[in-house]
């Protein structure tokens, strides 16, 4: 069983627009949420994490907001920028234990 | 800042013979290393996961006699494919983490099977 989904699969936005991201998790025990950032030919980078007690974690043009009901949390890229253009993996895990990958979202940011 | 270094980035080896990967953690301690491997669609296969001073824990479908892993320290750990052949190709990643939950990836090995 996959412990962790995402949704949609490739997602294309203009420059400047807010791409969102969607995630949800099977295991109401995590309460560890990493986003990761793969450029191709690159290994993913941490982009920005949310632990379960928060329902929401802004770094810059980047923003998690997280459902703890629903176990589901979606990242929001404002202002997306051709260079935001990668693929991004939602993770989850209960805290210092094994983590659990999504499958990605290939976000292309056409200019 | 934490990094990871891994090396080399890319190698070719021919079918039946072996390769080996290397993992370096660079400002903070990792006392535990995942290795995944990626296929082209993507998807993330953690093949063990090694904490110092512990039994190195594999998943299924992976094996230490095919995967076997070394984590000497607090800063590095390596991984040998013996045997490679077509289905063992992708990008191999190590993940290394300290006392945080921050798992930090090198940029990974991809392995090309001839």
């Known amino acids: 069983q996959q412990q962790v989904r995402q949704s949609p699969q490739s997602l294309t936005v203009w420059e400047g627009e807010t791409a969102i991201l969607n995630c949800s998790y099977e295991n109401s025990a995590f309460d560890y949420f990493p986003w990761y950032q793969q450029f191709p030919g690159e290994g993913p980078a941490l982009l920005i994490s949310?632990?379960?007690?928060?329902n929401k974690k802004e770094d810059g043009r980047f923003t998690i907001f997280f459902n703890k009901r629903e176990k589901k949390l979606s990242l929001h890229i404002a202002d997306s920028q051709p260079g935001d253009s990668a693929t991004y993996f939602c993770?989850?895990?209960?805290?210092?234990?094994?983590?659990?990958f999504g499958d990605g979202t290939q976000l292309v940011v056409k200019p | 800042g934490a990094l990871v270094y891994q090396y080399p980035r890319r190698t070719i080896c021919k079918s039946g013979t072996s390769m080996r990967m290397e993992c370096q953690a660079v400002g903070f301690q990792a006392t535990s290393v995942a290795w995944y491997r990626q296929s082209p669609q993507k998807t993330f296969e953690l093949i063990a996961l090694s904490t110092v001073n512990s039994a190195i824990k594999y998943e299924q479908n992976f094996t230490q006699e095919k995967f076997p892993i070394s984590h000497p320290n607090l800063s590095f750990s390596s991984m040998t494919v013996l045997n490679a052949y077509l289905e063992d190709r992708g990008l191999y990643l190590c993940?290394?983490?300290?006392?945080?939950?921050?798992?930090?990836f090198g940029s990974g090995t991809r392995l090309t099977v001839l």
């Open positions: 993940g290394a983490r300290g006392d945080a939950e921050t798992l930090y």
């Open positions: 949310i632990l379960s007690v928060s």
């Open positions: 993770a989850a895990s209960v805290r210092n234990n094994r983590i659990f």
